[in-house]
């Protein structure tokens, strides 16, 4: 089923040593679009000068990406470790710049600093103590957050996501209709076998979507949501459901993790699917 919705861009900014979080927050990003976009009739787009500036010349690199992505940006998410970025004309680094700039547009910002264990001999301590002077002049211009590992930060950041979602006035309804662009979503709802239908909702309400598939000598689980599908050892019960999970990942509704194929997340898509279902 197709449904209009309102798009808001995220900008990211981050220096060069947290790829991995970049990566998380577009997971987050897209998570929260499957789960409540539909409802909401919001898109959050997340986006970044790596994805989003195209080559340009007659100004400076972060002025080029101040007008073609940040400027257009609604909500910037900003992430540090051990490095604060190569500094700018009148800024610290690129990264400050383009939250400064952010901030000084009124626009929200959630800035979060790591706190990972790192080898020393790794890390430029130049950049680590213009990294502490900017963190301390933060702490007397509002709120930010930190965190210890990817799991906690990609669990804390979509708590986060979900607040400033639900409660800053710039995604209100009234204040929508005034920002963001019009997405027309074309997700379809493929055919699928019962068995598969009811799977794809039960993993898509687990916390971490998550499908466990175990054999043992005496039969098999099929775990999901905290629930094991797996009424019965009756091989003809056991076969439909396991070949329900294949039918999941052909459509590519899950992914397997690891070569013994006992694992599988939900994907993006699937979510969205598994939204449109009802049991």
């Excluded at 995220?10 to 998570?31: F, H, K, Q, T």
């Excluded at 998410?77 to 000084?104: K, L, M, N, P, Q």
């Amino acid at each position: 089923m197709s449904y209009i919705a309102k798009t808001f861009n995220v900008m990211i900014a981050s220096p060069g040593d947290v790829a991995s979080e970049r990566a998380i927050v577009r997971d987050v990003v897209y998570e929260w679009n499957a789960v409540h976009s539909s409802i909401r009739k919001i898109v959050l787009l997340p986006i970044g000068w790596e994805s989003h500036a195209s080559p340009e010349m007659g100004a400076t690199a972060q002025d080029i990406i101040n007008h073609q992505v940040l400027q257009k940006c609604d909500l910037l998410i900003g992430v540090f470790w051990t490095r604060i970025g190569t500094a700018t004309d009148d800024y610290s680094s690129g990264t400050v710049e383009e939250i400064e700039r952010h901030i000084d547009a009124g626009r929200p910002a959630m800035l979060y600093f790591s706190s990972q264990p790192v080898a020393l001999d790794t890390v430029d301590m130049a950049q680590v103590e213009k990294l502490k002077e900017f963190k301390a002049s933060c702490r007397t211009r509002g709120l930010y957050e930190g965190y210890d590992s990817h799991s906690d930060f990609k669990a804390t950041l979509y708590h986060h996501l979900q607040l400033k979602v639900n409660e800053h006035p710039l995604f209100r309804l009234e204040a929508s209709l005034e920002h963001g662009d019009v997405v027309e979503s074309t997700t379809e709802l493929p055919r699928l076998s019962p068995e598969a239908r009811t799977l794809l909702k039960e993993a898509s309400m687990d916390p971490q979507g998550m499908i466990m598939h175990l054999r043992f000598g005496g039969g098999a689980e099929l775990q999901a949501n905290g629930n094991n599908l797996l009424t019965s050892n009756d091989r003809r019960d056991v076969a439909k459901w396991e070949e329900s999970l294949e039918e999941l990942v052909r459509l590519e509704l899950i992914l397997a993790r690891g070569e013994a194929r006992e694992v599988y997340e939900v994907s993006n898509l699937g979510y969205q699917i598994a939204d449109m279902i009802t049991l």
